[in-house]
């Protein structure tokens, strides 16, 4: 048995893409309840399941139990970036306030190895999008500080007995309506922003192999390839080739709809046609080809080496 352990946040953008409100103190994941609370697929901001909900149900090989520790808007650390919430917790928090109490010591909600788990870190959409307008030279000296946090919550992690680790990257949320709407000269200076975070993801992951060779298995995943591959073509994957736009949102679906596929007459096409449901976050197709992609990478063992 194999557990997907997720603190992200952030999405983060604004966050939520990840996000699906579990409350680690509710109801814990079970074998007839692989994720726990709330019902699946609990409370998104893809209209539809997100990839933790794709990966536990759909890409699962064997029985998965996810506990998603992920706030939607969330940063690294909220006195580095503040989140759009105060009651956003960061990832700092989610370890240090949520797992390692919860999940830790003679009192933890679950039962869990360093051999069954994989800790899946998803941030950056958010201490990108909430900063990135201070220029680079700023950016560059937040996110020296960002990753120093960032680093030293993997270390504690792993001194909790986590062993395989999964980083996935930032993907292109500079072509976002939020973000193009502002103008060519934010799309670039974000899009330089997110670059530069994720090579920064790319030397977190390698020095944590690096530091612990022996026992620690470190995998990263380019979300930003496959969201630039699917924006440029949406037909590159079975699940998004019935996407027709790219590049808007709907005003009608942006909060979410009824049904995964409905239609709204003003808005020309149905929801799940849209790749984005509002400003920044998109709609589930792009999740499940996340999650299926994870799915493959963790199947194939660790890539960096």
Known sequence: MARLEQYQARLHIVSG????????????????????NPPYPGYTSSNGPNWVDYLTVKYNA???????????????????????????????????????????GSSSEASWTGADSVFAIWIGIND??????????????????????YSGLVDQLYDAGARNFMFIYVPPV?????????????TTVE?????????????????LK?????????????????FTDVLNNPATYPQTAGIKNTTAYCDAYMNGTDEDDTLIASCGIPVNQYFWLNSLHPTY???????QQVAQGLAAGPNVC
């Open 17 to 36: 893409f990840f996000s699906r409100c579990f409350t680690y103190n509710s109801t814990q994941p079970s074998a007839l309840n692989p994720l726990g």
């Open 62 to 104: 064997s029985l998965l139990q996810t506990y998603n520790l992920a706030y939607g808007g969330a940063t690294v650390a909220s006195d580095l970036v503040a989140p759009y919430l105060p009651t956003v917790l960061s990832v700092k928090q989610q370890v240090q306030t949520e797992f390692l109490p919860g999940y830790t």
């Open 128 to 149: 990108v999008g909430n900063s990135y307008g201070s220029g680079a030279s700023a950016s560059d000296a937040l996110n020296a500080e960002i990753f120093s946090v």
């Open 174 to 186: 500079d072509r976002s309506p939020l973000t193009v709407g502002q103008g060519a000269s934010s």
């Open 191 to 207: 899009k330089a922003d997110i670059a530069s975070w994720n090579a920064r993801v790319a030397s977190q992951a390698a020095a």
């Open 210 to 226: 690096s530091n612990h060779t022996a026992d620690a298995n470190v995998w990263t995943y380019d979300a930003n390839k496959l």
């Open 285 to 291: 197709p792009i999740h499940d080809v996340v999650a």
